[in-house]
Structure formats: structure tokens, C-alpha cells
């Protein structure tokens, strides 16, 4: 026997003489017991202990799961029951980590982040692997990539309708009028239809512009978040019949990135919110930086509306899109409803980026 196999701990309850365990023994076992984390020996791939949150975890009492072999309780993250590599992941000593899956006793998914130490059982090398619960971060991390998708496809259901909406009927107009100059023979008649089909080019390369900004904001990148904002406001004057303000003092000041995109991407939320149904006349829109946080206040006259109400809506997706922003930038919402009119504010301690300042 080599000395490395020598100096391995043996957790049975016997040591070498035959005589009963120390204290040190005792409270190491009681530890194992009452992990918190999954604990299971395992010898010739075959589980001969498990700890007490075998029931907790899975479900299962001990003696279910003893004497069974890993590959029929585990498989790996792609769910396939491949016998070698399960074994292999139970056997890695590099305290690398590996993600295992089973399923407890009322069939749901349990997923598993393991790390397995060698040591000696019973008089035998044996390994000892911990496993630790990730199912609940699992299921955050799916969630989030599912609200992330549903705002992606979102996103695009936009794009495809201002497209649709906004440049179709357009570029058929003008293809309309450039038709009719084919049985025009009177110059002045041809030159009212010319100017006509330029007058709706420069509509439609408003448009374009206008939607390649709400896309990829480069305003945010290239000048920050008061020149992007107040972009937007003129923006949103041109295509709809509505009074917006902005009033902001942050000109010149840079936050990190991520915040200055969805601060922009909330603002343009809300506009659209507004523009589409709130039936408003003016919008207001301030923008201020003081004590270490970053300010974002947003009202509009229109109908009122409560965020349960409208979360409940086909048309919801709108405060979903601007709630997820919000947590991810760890920043604060509230929303205010005042004599039927809502008032938003967002809000996040920041401090400014001092290594990208505006462009002047």
C-alpha cells in the first residue's frame, strides 16, 4: 500500500487498533450527517453511505439508495445515463467542479454541482462527494433566459411591424406615383409627382434612421445618456402629436454602460407606453444626478393605469420589459398613481464613469 493511501482518513467508525473512534471522529461523522449538502460514499461505484439529507434533497431513505450504483441515480447534465463518464465525474479528485442530475422520489428534475475527495472507508479507498443543491439557481437561470427570449422576440415583433406598419404602405406610395409618371406627359405634372415621391424618400429615410437608432442606440455610446435621451424626445415630437419635455442635468456625466443603455431603454419604453395608449398630450421626462444616484422621473397626462392591471394585458409585456431592466441593474422603481395619471421614478445608486466622458 502506498503512503498516500496510508494517510487517508478512515470516517467508519474504526480505527486501525479496533478500538472505538476519538472525539474528533465523532464530531466529523456528526458533521457529515447533518451537512446541509448532499453527502454519499461511494466504493467500486457502488453508494454505501448516504447522509441524512438524502431524505431532505431526494426524498429517498438510505436504504434505497445503498448498494446502488451512481449511474443508475445519476446522469450527467445532458441527461444521458453514460455509464464511464458518470463514474469518471464521481471520481475526480481535482476538486474540479461537475454538474449531475437525478430525480427525486416524486419524479422532479434535481440538478447537482459535485466535488469528490479520496479517502478510506471501512478499512477500503473509497470517495467521499459532496453534492450541493443548484436546482432553485437552475430554474432562475432558465427564467431569465426565457424572459430574456420572450423580450429578444419582442424586440423583433417591433422591428417586423414598424417595417410593416411604417415603411410599407410608404415605399408603396412611392412606387404607386413613380408608375403614374410613365403616362404623364405634362412637365409641370410630372414635376409635382417627382417632388411628391422625394418628399416620401426623405419620410422613409426618417424612418430608417429612426428605427437603426432604437435598435442600436450609438448616441449612448458615443455621447451618453442626456444626449440619447433628448434624441429620443425629438424623435418621438416628429412622428406623434404630443408635447414632450426633458429636462435633465446630467449632460457630460457617463455611467457604466449597462446603465445607460437600459436607463435609455426604459425611458423609450415608457414613450412608447404612453404614444400607443395612454392617450396623453404631454410627457415629461427628468433626468438628475445627486447624492451618488442616478434619478430617472417620467409622467405623462394621459389615462391612468395600476401595474397589476397592466401586467394582466396582452399589451403588459411593455412593464415586464421595464421591470427585468430594473433588476438587472439593480437599480428601484416606483410607479405612483396621482388623480389617475402615473408617475414612474427609477432610481440607482451609481457613481459616474469618469474614464468616458461626453463628447462635447
Same mark, same amino acid.
Given at each position: 500500500?502506498?503512503?498516500?493511501?496510508?494517510?487517508?482518513?478512515?470516517?467508519?467508525?474504526?480505527?486501525?487498533?479496533?478500538?472505538?473512534?476519538?472525539?474528533?471522529?465523532?464530531?466529523?461523522?456528526?458533521?457529515?450527517?447533518?451537512?446541509?449538502?448532499?453527502?454519499?460514499?461511494?466504493?467500486?461505484?457502488?453508494? /454505501?453511505?448516504?447522509?441524512?439529507?438524502?431524505?431532505?434533497?431526494?426524498?429517498?431513505?438510505?436504504? &434505497?439508495?445503498?448498494?446502488?450504483?451512481?449511474?443508475?441515480?445519476?446522469?450527467?447534465?445532458?441527461?444521458?445515463?453514460?455509464?464511464?463518464?458518470?463514474? #469518471?465525474?464521481?471520481?475526480?479528485?481535482?476538486?474540479?467542479?461537475? #454538474? /449531475?442530475?437525478?430525480?427525486?422520489?416524486?419524479?422532479?428534475?434535481?440538478?447537482?454541482?459535485?466535488?469528490?475527495?479520496?479517502?478510506?472507508?471501512?478499512?477500503?479507498?473509497?470517495?467521499?462527494?459532496?453534492? &450541493?443543491?443548484?436546482?432553485?439557481?437552475?430554474?432562475?437561470?432558465?427564467?431569465?433566459?426565457?424572459?430574456?427570449?420572450?423580450?429578444?422576440?419582442?424586440?423583433?415583433?417591433?422591428?417586423?411591424?414598424?417595417?410593416?406598419?411604417?415603411?410599407?404602405?410608404?415605399?408603396?406610395?412611392?412606387?404607386?406615383?413613380?408608375?403614374?409618371?410613365?403616362?404623364?406627359?405634362?412637365?409641370?405634372?410630372?414635376?409635382?409627382?417627382?417632388?411628391? %415621391?422625394?418628399?416620401?424618400?426623405?419620410? /422613409?429615410?426618417?424612418?430608417?434612421?429612426?428605427?437603426?437608432?432604437?435598435?442600436?442606440?450609438?448616441?449612448?455610446?458615443?455621447?451618453?445618456?442626456?444626449?440619447?435621451?433628448?434624441?429620443? %424626445?425629438?424623435?418621438?415630437?416628429?412622428?406623434?402629436?404630443?408635447?414632450? #419635455?426633458?429636462?435633465?442635468?446630467?449632460?457630460?456625466?457617463?455611467?457604466?454602460?449597462?446603465?445607460?443603455?437600459?436607463?435609455?431603454?426604459?425611458?423609450?419604453?415608457?414613450?412608447?407606453?404612453?404614444?400607443?395608449?395612454?392617450?396623453?398630450?404631454?410627457?415629461?421626462?427628468?433626468?438628475?444626478?445627486?447624492?451618488?444616484?442616478?434619478?430617472? #422621473?417620467?409622467?405623462?397626462?394621459?389615462?391612468?393605469?395600476?401595474?397589476?392591471?397592466?401586467?394582466?394585458?396582452?399589451?403588459?409585456?411593455?412593464?415586464?420589459?421595464?421591470?427585468?431592466?430594473?433588476?438587472?441593474?439593480?437599480?428601484?422603481?416606483?410607479?405612483?398613481?396621482?388623480?389617475?395619471?402615473?408617475?414612474?421614478? /427609477?432610481?440607482?445608486?451609481?457613481?459616474?464613469?469618469?474614464?468616458?466622458?461626453?463628447?462635447?
Amino acid at each position: 500500500m502506498t503512503k498516500q493511501k496510508e494517510s487517508l482518513r478512515d470516517i467508519s467508525g474504526n480505527n486501525k487498533s479496533g478500538g472505538s473512534i476519538a472525539g474528533g471522529e465523532v464530531l466529523y461523522k456528526t458533521l457529515i450527517q447533518h451537512s446541509p449538502n448532499l453527502i454519499l460514499i461511494h466504493h467500486e461505484n457502488k453508494i /454505501v453511505f448516504a447522509n441524512d439529507s438524502i431524505v431532505r434533497l431526494l426524498g429517498f431513505t438510505k436504504q &434505497t439508495v445503498i448498494n446502488r450504483a451512481l449511474e443508475d441515480l445519476f446522469t450527467t447534465v445532458n441527461s444521458r445515463k453514460n455509464k464511464t463518464e458518470v463514474q #469518471e465525474i464521481f471520481k475526480d479528485t481535482s476538486q474540479a467542479e461537475h #454538474e /449531475v442530475r437525478t430525480k427525486d422520489a416524486g419524479g422532479l428534475l434535481k440538478e447537482f454541482l459535485i466535488r469528490s475527495n479520496l479517502i478510506r472507508y471501512r478499512g477500503k479507498k473509497a470517495f467521499l462527494s459532496i453534492l &450541493t443543491d443548484i436546482t432553485d439557481l437552475k430554474n432562475m437561470e432558465k427564467y431569465v433566459i426565457s424572459r430574456v427570449m420572450e423580450t429578444e422576440e419582442l424586440e423583433r415583433k417591433r422591428f417586423s411591424a414598424d417595417l410593416h406598419d411604417d415603411l410599407g404602405p410608404t415605399l408603396s406610395s412611392i412606387r404607386l406615383r413613380l408608375g403614374l409618371l410613365e403616362s404623364l406627359s405634362d412637365p409641370d405634372a410630372i414635376a409635382t409627382e417627382v417632388k411628391i %415621391c422625394n418628399d416620401l424618400l426623405m419620410e /422613409v429615410i426618417t424612418k430608417v434612421r429612426m428605427i437603426s437608432q432604437n435598435l442600436t442606440p450609438r448616441l449612448i455610446e458615443d455621447y451618453g445618456i442626456h444626449v440619447a435621451i433628448d434624441d429620443l %424626445c425629438n424623435r418621438m415630437r416628429n412622428i406623434a402629436s404630443i408635447t414632450i #419635455e426633458f429636462i435633465s442635468d446630467i449632460r457630460g456625466l457617463r455611467f457604466p454602460k449597462n446603465v445607460e443603455l437600459h436607463y435609455y431603454r426604459i425611458a423609450s419604453e415608457l414613450l412608447n407606453n404612453s404614444i400607443k395608449y395612454s392617450n396623453a398630450s404631454l410627457i415629461s421626462i427628468k433626468a438628475f444626478y445627486s447624492n451618488k444616484t442616478l434619478k430617472l #422621473e417620467y409622467t405623462d397626462n394621459g389615462v391612468g393605469y395600476t401595474v397589476d392591471e397592466a401586467l394582466q394585458k396582452s399589451t403588459g409585456m411593455g412593464i415586464h420589459n421595464i421591470l427585468d431592466r430594473v433588476n438587472l441593474i439593480d437599480a428601484r422603481i416606483a410607479f405612483t398613481n396621482k388623480y389617475g395619471k402615473m408617475e414612474v421614478r /427609477v432610481t440607482k445608486n451609481v457613481i459616474p464613469d469618469s474614464s468616458g466622458e461626453a463628447q462635447s
